[in-house]
């Protein structure tokens, strides 16, 4: 399983079939990669900005919930 998949797999818990377009768009605007190029160093800047991002849609509690989780792989 790639870190990618992975960060996805943890994101639809959260955010159902709306994570894959959200983590895509999070990887491009906050790290300015791809999914695909992610790596286990992206992980906690990556969290970081889906935890901001994710408030905007979910509970705070869920987005910290995720990106700790994020950040762990």
Same mark, same amino acid.
């Given at each position: 399983?790639?870190? !990618?998949?992975?960060?996805?797999?943890?994101?639809?818990? !959260?955010?159902?079939?709306?994570? %894959?377009?959200?983590? @895509?768009?999070?990887?491009?605007?906050?790290?300015? @990669?791809?999914? @695909?190029?992610?790596?286990?160093? %992206?992980?906690?800047?990556?969290?970081?900005?889906?935890?901001?991002?994710?408030?905007?849609?979910?509970?705070?509690?869920?987005?910290?919930?995720?990106?700790?989780?994020?950040?762990?792989?």
């Amino acid at each position: 399983m790639t870190i !990618y998949e992975s960060v996805l797999a943890i994101a639809k818990t !959260y955010m159902g079939p709306a994570a %894959d377009s959200f983590v @895509t768009r999070q990887c491009q605007v906050a790290l300015q @990669t791809t999914p @695909t190029q992610l790596t286990s160093a %992206d992980c906690k800047p990556l969290a970081h900005a889906i935890e901001v991002a994710a408030c905007r849609f979910i509970e705070r509690t869920q987005a910290e919930a995720m990106a700790g989780k994020i950040a762990k792989l």
